[in-house]
């Protein structure tokens, strides 16, 4: 079985511009989690999506949103871009909350210039 | 708040000597906790967890971690540490029909030869 798979695995974008991110969940698993980890530091929560549904958001600006496909794949979408949105996104698959344990993609290395 | 904290952002120790990572935890419900390695540029890999049904958590890579309620810790520990142990070390905690997971600051390990 493939693990969790993100695409792409690096960008640089330009200040003021938007991105999209993609990930793709183990098979059976219902849930998508993003987190975004600055260098240096933990994950933080962005969001959580079960059966398309959003189920939670961190704190984190209207300028981050996600959505999540019928196939239970999903995307994180940032307009207007800031330098302090550079970060290491990561996306996590659960078979449902998060108690459960999740299962990590490598990541989408963003780079803000 | 509900939260995990880990002692010492960086441990260094020689090859085959014990390591001992720490982590505490606050919180005022049963927790769910998590401990997670990422080697760099990479994704967070689970090497164990706590979900109330026994104490002593055996884990992968010979890991294992104990939960003592009464100290509210979560402490990994592995009897002899490896070169290929070299790497970043995350403690988390999540709770039932919580939303999202959240991390300590990690803390990174060194081995020596």
């Known amino acids: 079985d493939a693990g969790v798979t993100q695409s792409p695995t690096h960008l640089i974008k330009t200040r003021g511009q938007q991105v999209t991110l993609r990930c793709s969940p183990i098979?059976?698993?219902?849930?998508v989690s993003w987190y975004q980890q600055v260098l240096g530091q933990g994950p933080q929560f962005i969001f959580q999506y079960y059966e398309k549904e959003e189920r939670g958001r961190g704190n984190f600006p209207d300028r981050f949103s996600a959505r999540q496909f019928p196939n239970y794949s999903s995307e994180l979408n940032v307009n207007a871009l800031l330098l302090g949105d550079s970060a290491l996104y990561l996306c996590?698959?659960?078979?449902?909350?998060?108690?459960?344990?999740?299962?990590f993609g490598s990541g989408t290395r963003l780079t803000v210039v | 708040a509900q939260s995990v904290t880990q002692l010492g952002s960086h441990v260094s120790v020689s090859e085959g000597a014990l390591v001992l990572l720490r982590c505490n935890y606050s919180s005022s419900v049963p927790p769910y906790l998590f401990w997670y390695v990422q080697y760099p540029n990479q994704g967070l890999q689970l090497l164990l967890k706590?979900?109330?049904?026994?104490?002593l958590v055996k884990g992968i890579n010979g890991f294992e971690a104990e939960f003592k309620k009464s100290e509210t810790s979560f402490h990994l520990t592995k009897p002899s540490a490896h070169m290929s142990d070299a790497a970043e070390y995350f403690c988390?905690?999540?709770?039932?029909?919580?939303?999202?997971?959240?991390f300590g600051a990690g803390t990174r390990l060194t081995v020596k030869p």
């Open positions: 098979s059976g698993h219902k849930s």
């Open positions: 988390a905690v999540s709770f039932l029909n919580n939303n999202d997971m959240r």
């Open positions: 996590a698959s659960s078979l449902d909350r998060p108690n459960y344990g999740y299962t």
């Open positions: 706590y979900t109330s049904a026994a104490t």
